[in-house]
């Protein structure tokens, strides 16, 4: 009798988690455009409208606030880091990867998101938490561009860590530091429909995903 097997039962036997990846060039964002800014990059908002229509299951995304009809679980938390040019005087005083207050930027020209931004707003109430009066040298509306106009004229700019961590760019042209007493909310989480049925494969796969972040 001839045996047949699906994929899923194929995929199992080999000791993986049978799953999908999906992306589209052609979808229309329509309910994604009631969370998110407008300055949001398209994929991620592309990933909110697949996961709110059913498209998807379940989204890997830092989100600063909150959906309602979708659950979240914490999946890593982001350090908050400064980045600066190598000109720069507080690059000349302090070796890369080290640990500093926000204060020990005093006097450097900063990039900084826009109000807006969540990050832009948590950054300005930490200078006024700390008493800063700083010059602004831009203001953007994301990270990347933040960056490139930091490393390119001279200044700093600050951004969740996993943003600059595999950058080849910072080997040659900037310095990261890891900035004391500095706690955001702007992490990582797993997303997905709220009351929505989760698989065994499912399940398994976020299991994998929690293990890895914690090694």
């Given at each position: 009798?001839?045996?047949?097997?699906?994929?899923?039962?194929v995929?199992?036997a080999?000791?993986?988690?049978?799953?999908?990846?999906?992306?589209?060039?052609?979808?229309?964002?329509?309910?994604?455009?009631?969370y998110?800014?407008?300055?949001?990059?398209?994929?991620?908002?592309?990933?909110?409208e697949?996961?709110?229509?059913?498209?998807?299951?379940?989204?890997?995304?830092?989100?600063?606030?909150?959906?309602?009809?979708?659950?979240?679980r914490?999946?890593?938390?982001?350090k908050l880091?400064?980045?600066?040019a190598?000109?720069?005087?507080?690059?000349?005083?302090?070796?890369?990867?080290?640990?500093?207050?926000?204060?020990?930027?005093?006097?450097?020209?900063?990039?900084?998101?826009?109000k807006?931004?969540?990050?832009?707003?948590?950054?300005?109430e930490?200078?006024?938490?700390?008493?800063?009066?700083?010059?602004?040298?831009a203001?953007?509306?994301?990270?990347?561009?933040?960056?490139r106009?930091?490393?390119?004229?001279g200044?700093v700019?600050?951004?969740?860590y996993?943003?600059?961590s595999?950058?080849p760019?910072l080997?040659?042209?900037?310095?990261?530091?890891?900035?004391?007493?500095?706690?955001?909310s702007?992490?990582?989480?797993?997303?997905?429909?709220?009351?929505?049925?989760?698989?065994?494969?499912?399940?398994?796969?976020?299991?994998?995903?929690?293990e890895g972040?914690?090694?």
């Amino acid at each position: 009798k001839e045996l047949t097997l699906d994929a899923d039962t194929v995929i199992l036997a080999a000791g993986m988690v049978p799953m999908g990846i999906w992306g589209s060039n052609s979808k229309t964002i329509a309910q994604a455009k009631e969370y998110c800014a407008t300055f949001y990059c398209t994929i991620a908002q592309l990933a909110l409208e697949m996961l709110l229509d059913g498209t998807v299951d379940i989204v890997l995304a830092r989100y600063e606030r909150k959906r309602e009809p979708l659950e979240y679980r914490l999946f890593a938390k982001n350090k908050l880091v400064l980045l600066c040019a190598q000109d720069t005087a507080l690059a000349r005083k302090y070796p890369s990867g080290s640990s500093i207050s926000l204060r020990d930027a005093q006097g450097e020209a900063f990039v900084l998101l826009e109000k807006e931004h969540h990050i832009g707003q948590f950054v300005r109430e930490q200078f006024v938490q700390y008493g800063m009066k700083v010059k602004v040298l831009a203001e953007v509306n994301s990270f990347d561009t933040a960056k490139r106009i930091a490393l390119s004229s001279g200044a700093v700019t600050l951004s969740p860590y996993p943003l600059f961590s595999t950058d080849p760019d910072l080997e040659r042209q900037g310095n990261v530091y890891f900035l004391k007493n500095m706690k955001s909310s702007h992490h990582s989480y797993l997303c997905w429909r709220k009351n929505m049925y989760q698989t065994r494969y499912m399940r398994d796969w976020i299991a994998l995903l929690e293990e890895g972040a914690q090694q």
